[in-house]
Every structure is written in structure tokens, then in C-alpha cells.
């Protein structure tokens, strides 16, 4: 005999767990409600591992809101995650990321890194007369969202542990008029020596 | 001959597509069960000691961690958690919660003699002080870090218990913004 699948397991698991007089009584309900709730239950279980398999390792689509990353990325814009550059610690600068909010691990954020660990940033407004700078710590990103004028980024909550990086988006599939890979940022390059 | 050859190849197609059915059922399953549920790590270093790995290098403790308990992000002062370390995000570190978030702590040789935990973040300290990198070093943490919280140590079968979330009394946070459940001072 093979076991197959989740709802064929729990269905030899009841029929073993039950003595003679029960397998009368199990040849009529099994084949009824209980055993499409128990292949329902099975089936869901089956599915929903893949699927956080697929979207803890693989990627996924996601949907963005706010207006932090105007103009590459507008509100209610749909995107594609992926998550292999984090588990092979592929980031570089200039991707967007989605990463949990330091503040609040329950929600994500969505902002482009632009320095990674041991870089010099340049954190002074370019208004300033004195030009202040910051190396990124280790094991640490700087990430900015590209509209620099409405955005909470590492400018207000300070570099971002690496571990807090879900995955890169690296393709936009909504709106059909801006379908396609994503733009470099607008604001140019940040970190001295360029 | 032939009938026998057609019947043995039909056995091992059916196996074969048996054996494919289970294994894209058995691998998403365990993987899950580990990310999400629980699993179990080995201790390494002396940063818990006396509470986790007293003998030193010579037996390394085998500890059950829990993610269910931690889905939420919910953690008590005194738990002895697993997260990932801020300054190396291949590394994970294994630390008891000192201070929850608006806590004021007073710290053991960090640049500033008393800190106030941010929201969303933790303070956390390893029980052998002096020979621990913790927040000390580090500093707060941010919950998104958080892995799993460790509730009992399985191996080796002597030092088998439940691992309690117990803060020392020299540890308790100056200043409290958020109750703890355990009703402690």
C-alpha cells in the first residue's frame, strides 16, 4: 500500500484507529460528509505548505501602496517579489526591496537600497552647509524611497538590519502602461565618491 | 516473458509517480512545519550559561524552538529567544528578553548608561554578562528579527526541563511602559 497524499493518510489513520465494530459504521460516513471534510482539510493543508514554500523561497506578487516610491513605483501598483537574491545574499545597491518595517514587524515597507554595509552615506539635506556622513554598520542596508521629500526611510529610523529583508522586486505587472522591469532611482547615485 | 516484463515496468512507473506524489507532499509539509511550527537547534558558545550550555564545549545543549508562540511577535521579559543577529544575518543568536518596547534599561558596558527601547524593538542580553554580544553591544532589536522562542531543552537527557521566563531581579527595567503578564514588579 502507498501513501499518496494528506487526506489518503488521515483516511487510513481514522480507519486504523477505529476496531471492527466502527468499520461497518465507517464504510457509510467516511464515504460521506466526514471524509470530504477530512479530504477538504487534507487538501488545504497540502496546498497552503506549497504556497508558503513558493513565498518564502521563491517569490510572489505583491501589491504596494503609499507614495514613497514615486515615480518607479506609484500606489496600488502590482509587482513581482522574488526571494533568492535574499537567501543568497545577492542585494545590491540601487534594488528595491520589501523588507519588515523596524518599527512595527507586522507591516512591510518597499524602498531601494542605497548603501550596504560599510558604505559612507551621505546624510546631510543638500541644503545644509555642513556635509555629515554615516558608514552603514555591519550587517546593516541604508534604504531610501526614491521620492525623497515623502518618504520614512533610514533617514528617520536609522540603517536596517539585513535579517529584516523579505525580498527584491525586480517587475512590475500593474499598471499595463508601466509593465516591465523597473527603473534606475531618479535621485542618481547618493554615496560620496562618485 | 513478455506479460512479466510489461507487469514489472508497470510496478515501477506506478512507484515512481507514488513516490513523486509523496515527495511534493512530505518536503512543502516538513519545510513548513519547520518555519512555522517548531524545530530544534544546537547551542553553541557560553553567552547563557549557567541556563543553557554549563559544560562548555564539552556538551553543547539541544533546545526546542517554537515559531508558533512567536507568529504575533509577542514575547515576555524573562523569555529566552533565537533571532537573527544584526550584524551577521547568516548567524542566528539565542539571547533572554530583558526590556520590551518603551522599557527604560539600565545597561552593562553600552556607550549610554541608560537607553529607552524603541517601539517594535526588544532589548535582549545573554546570562553570562561580560562574555556575551547582546544588545549591549548592539543595541536594541527590532522585532521583524524575532525567530523563535526556545521553551525546553531536549538533549542531553540529563539536563532534560522546561526552560523558564525568569528575569533576574538585578535586570528588571528602571522604568516600565507595558505590563507584564507574570504580574512582576
Partial sequence: ????????????????????????????????????TFRLVGYTIQYACIAHCAFEYVGGVVMCSGPSMEPTIQNSDIVCAENLSRHFYGIQRGDIVIAKSPSDPKSNICKRVIGLEGDKILTS????????????????VWLEGDNLQNSTD????????????????????????????????????????? | M???????????????????????VAVPVAVTFLDRVACVARVEGASMQPSLNPGGSQSSDVVLLNHWKVRNFEVQRGDIVSLVSPKNPEQKII?????????????????NRYVKVPRGHIWVEGDHHGHSFDSNSFGPVSLGLLH?????????????????????????????EKESLHGSP
Avoid at chain 1, 125 to 140: E, I, M, Q
Avoid at chain 2, 3 to 8: K, L, N, R
Wanted: charged letters at 20%; aromatic letters at 14%.
Fill in chain 2, 148 to 176: 523563535a522562542h526556545a521553551t525546553h531543552i531536549l538533549w542531553p537527557p540529563e539536563r532534560w526541563q522546561k526552560l523558564e521566563s525568569v528575569l533576574p531581579p538585578e535586570r528588571l527595567p528602571v522604568q516600565s
Fill in chain 2, 95 to 111: 539571547k533572554r528578553v530583558i526590556a520590551l518596547e518603551g522599557d527604560i534599561v539600565k545597561t552593562i558596558g553600552h556607550k
Fill in chain 1, 125 to 140: 539635506r543638500p541644503s545644509d552647509f555642513f556635509k555629515s556622513h554615516n558608514y552603514v554598520p555591519t550587517g546593516h
Fill in chain 1, 154 to 194: 533610514s533617514r528617520y529610523y536609522g540603517p536596517v538590519p539585513y535579517g529584516l529583508i523579505r525580498g527584491r522586486i525586480f517587475f512590475k505587472i500593474w499598471p499595463l502602461s508601466d509593465f516591465g522591469f523597473l527603473r534606475d532611482s531618479p535621485n542618481g547615485h547618493r554615496s560620496p565618491g562618485d
Fill in chain 1, 1 to 36: 500500500m502507498v501513501i499518496a497524499g494528506i487526506p489518503e493518510t488521515l483516511d487510513v489513520i481514522f480507519l486504523f484507529s477505529r476496531g471492527p465494530w466502527w468499520q461497518s459504521l465507517h464504510r457509510t460516513m467516511l464515504r460521506g460528509i466526514l471524509g470530504k
Fill in chain 2, 2 to 24: 513478455t506479460a512479466g516484463m510489461a507487469q514489472s515496468q508497470g510496478w515501477v512507473t506506478r512507484y515512481f509517480k507514488a513516490f513523486c506524489k509523496g515527495f511534493f
